[in-house]
Nanobody
Framework: VQLQAYGGGLVQAGGSLRLSCAASGRSFSSLHMGWFRRAPGKEREFVAAISWDGRSTILADSVKGRFTISRDNAKNAAYLQMNSLKPEDTAVYYC??????????????????WGQGTLVTVSS
């Protein structure tokens, strides 16, 4: 599976962005996927994950109520809708998929394939 995240950019605090993750390969629709981010000088951080069928999602506490994860398997794509953005959301955002059929996981080492990141910058 090859992944490509896009949709990042510069936005003012309180604004919104929608990130997309385009996947190649027929297996995408059977894989859990997640979004992670890495802020400057910080460790990679879990943001959200969604089950292969889209029925289950989990979010980091820091983004609950502001971010929504979704997917469209017919389009081999996943999305991260980000609302009420804060300067602390500034980071490079990555999408990834988990080949296991275990439950949704928050740790980066559970994910097997990663896309190139897309930079989100939130100005105050």
């Amino acid at each position: 599976v090859q992944l490509q995240a896009y949709g990042g950019g510069l936005v003012q605090a309180g604004g919104s962005l929608r990130l997309s993750c385009a996947a190649s390969g027929r297996s995408f629709s059977s894989l859990h996927m997640g979004w992670f981010r890495r802020a400057p000088g910080k460790e990679r951080e879990f943001v959200a994950a969604i089950s292969w069928d889209g029925r289950s999602t989990i979010l980091a506490d820091s983004v609950k109520g502001r971010f929504t994860i979704s997917r469209d398997n017919a389009k081999n794509a996943a999305y991260l809708q980000m609302n009420s953005l804060k300067p602390e959301d500034t980071a490079v955002y990555y999408c990834a998929v988990d080949r296991s059929r275990a439950g949704l996981r928050r740790v980066h080492y559970a994910y097997d394939y990663w896309g190139q990141g897309t930079l989100v910058t939130v100005s105050s």
